[in-house]
């Protein structure tokens, strides 16, 4: 099994700055089956990013993402308000497809 | 506009069964493979398992296998997620998700909260 591990599991930002999230695979994945998914307070999860850099439909260019092997990367360029919830990575290349823990952005 | 309508939530005591379900629109049902996963209270994602309903194909996390079965009407456009006897650690919301061949999660349905307590 792949094990997906996120850090940090807190960023404390604030509106406008830079966050970014990791992402490390226990071993090598496919960058085409790494995906992000954004998790708000009692909502169902949302695709962001998949095959590690590619934006969902009507997700902003302020988001990005990048990596490649074990190493996977989510860019949140300036943070918007809406923007502060709970982040998570997603391989389903090797099964059983795993989900990192993930890392909440909150507000400094 | 592709949706998925899960059902509402249930609140059973241990060693009760359950079935909920997730109801799909806007697509053909037939050619998408459907996930299942769970999130325990302040948790994170886990994956239960996933169907494909043009031939009932069904694949479960080992953590899951014998725990659960997952199963399709594809008259009813609908998957369902099933317990023979619920424990008290099946207390979670459990999400299904529309799940392209070799793409990620691209719709959720809204989810359903399971509680099973004495």
């Known amino acids: 099994e792949v094990v997906l591990t996120q850090s940090p599991g807190t960023l404390s930002l604030s509106p406008g700055e830079r966050a970014t999230l990791s992402c490390r695979a226990s071993?090598?994945?496919?960058?085409?089956?790494i995906a992000w998914y954004q998790q708000r307070p009692g909502q169902a999860p949302r695709l962001l990013i998949y095959?590690?850099?590619n934006r969902a439909t009507g997700i902003p260019d302020r988001f990005s993402g990048s990596g490649s092997g074990t190493d996977f990367t989510l860019s949140i360029s300036r943070l918007e308000p809406e923007d502060f919830a709970v982040y998570f990575c997603q391989q389903f290349g090797s099964s059983p497809w795993t989900f990192g823990q993930g890392t909440k952005v909150d507000i400094k | 506009e592709v949706q998925l309508v899960q059902s509402g939530p249930e609140v059973k005591k241990p060693g009760e069964s359950l079935k909920i379900s997730c109801k799909a629109s806007g697509y053909d049902f037939s050619k998408f493979w459907i996930a299942w996963v769970r999130q325990m209270p302040e948790k994170g994602l886990e994956w239960v398992g996933v169907?494909?309903?043009?031939?009932?194909?069904?694949r479960y996390s080992p953590s899951f296998q014998g725990q659960v079965s997952i199963s399709v009407d594809t008259s009813l456009t609908t998957a369902s997620l099933q317990w023979i006897s619920l424990k008290a650690s099946d207390t979670a919301i459990y999400y299904c998700?529309?799940?392209?061949?070799?793409?990620?999660?691209?719709?959720w349905g809204q989810g359903t909260l399971v509680t099973v307590s004495s």
């Open positions: 998700a529309r799940h392209p061949y070799g793409r990620p999660y691209d719709s």
């Open positions: 071993q090598s994945v496919n960058s085409l089956y």
């Open positions: 169907i494909y309903p043009g031939d009932s194909d069904a």
């Open positions: 095959g590690s850099s």
